[in-house]
Structures are given as structure tokens and as C-alpha cells.
């Protein structure tokens, strides 16, 4: 196993489809939480409830803020995505910080 890093974000090995190479414990909370909000807009709470396993209470504290978006909630998410989609989230963020 081997990581190249892509526009600052790391990627695992070459293999299988890009959102299974995505490390997301290297993702910040801003894009975590970017990538949460953009699904439940595209696909609505059911199905982010149907992907994550989490309760609709968990799930509302996400979407306040009143809970951190951990890593293992988002990597079922990211099938959901294009890999443009993806990247469009994450430096979107990226550049907000700059």
C-alpha cells in the first residue's frame, strides 16, 4: 500500500474506486461537514440515515453543530459523490481558508 497526495488531500493505492481511496481521517471538520450538508441537500435525510446507520436525532446534531462529523459517517457518504463533486466540496473549503 502506497499514498500519493492530490491537491492536498491523500489518497490510498490506485485500486478500486476513488471514494474507497480517500482517506478521510485527513479531511478537516469544515469539509466533512461540507460534504454531510451537500448529501442531505442532493439526497435528503432518509438516505443519509439509510447510509450511515446514525439516528435522525444523531443526525440533526451534525447538521447544528452541536456534534463533530466523524471521519467513519462520511466515508459511506462518498460513494454518493462524483470525484468532482467531491473535490469541488473540499477546496471550496480549502480556499475559504487561505
Not at 480517500?22 to 441537500?41: M, P, Q, S
Not at 446507520?53 to 447538521?63: E, K, M, P, T
Not at 454518493?80 to 480556499?95: I, K, P, Y
Amino acid at each position: 500500500m502506497w499514498q500519493s497526495e492530490t491537491s492536498g488531500l491523500v489518497f490510498v493505492s490506485d485500486s478500486g474506486a476513488w471514494w474507497e481511496r480517500v482517506d478521510v481521517y485527513k479531511l478537516g471538520e469544515d469539509a466533512r461537514y461540507a460534504i454531510l450538508k451537500y448529501i442531505v441537500e442532493k439526497y435528503g435525510r432518509g438516505k443519509v440515515l439509510e447510509e450511515t446507520g446514525i439516528s435522525r436525532v444523531a443526525l440533526w446534531r451534525l447538521l447544528e453543530g452541536k456534534s463533530p462529523v466523524r471521519p467513519e459517517y462520511v466515508k459511506p457518504l462518498l460513494k454518493m459523490l462524483t470525484q468532482e463533486e467531491f473535490e469541488r466540496l473540499v477546496t471550496a473549503r480549502d480556499g475559504l481558508r487561505a
